[in-house]
């Protein structure tokens, strides 16, 4: 019913940046918070930020004052902007999406993106 689709990422230096965004479409009535998460090999997946209808941030420690997270709710889309990027950074990043589906809103699912890789060589 709703399709995130993801665009961005690559290969950069570190130091370098990066912008990520997500476009969600399908049945939707709204979109509640959306967020970003990454997993590295070996590791779980992690939440990176995340942004409220609203307007409200939050980050995980380790990309704060480094990575910016906002939303177009027009376009029903999240963006990431990552900059001052490290090789720890280095994942596949998946966009998420709490979305109120269908002619009333009723229903909310989650949906996930397919991912995008982002390496950060040193």
């Known amino acids: 019913q709703v399709q995130l689709v993801e665009s961005g990422g690559g290969l950069v230096q570190a130091g370098g940046s990066l912008g990520l965004s997500c476009a969600a479409s399908?049945?939707?009535?709204?979109?509640?918070?959306m967020g970003w998460y990454r997993q590295a090999p070996g590791k779980q997946r992690e939440l990176v930020a995340f942004?409220?209808?609203?307007?409200?941030?939050n980050y995980v420690d380790s990309v704060k004052g480094r990575f910016t997270i906002s939303r177009d709710n027009a376009k029903n889309t999240v963006f990431l902007q990552m900059n001052s990027l490290k090789p720890e950074d280095t994942a596949a990043y998946y966009c998420?999406?709490?979305?109120?589906?269908?002619?009333?809103?009723?229903?909310?699912?989650?949906?996930w993106g397919q991912g995008t890789q982002v390496t950060v060589s040193s």
């Open positions: 942004i409220t209808s609203g307007g409200d941030t």
């Open positions: 399908g049945r939707i009535f709204s979109i509640n918070d």
């Open positions: 998420n999406a709490n979305v109120r589906v269908g002619s009333f809103g009723y229903s909310r699912y989650d949906y």
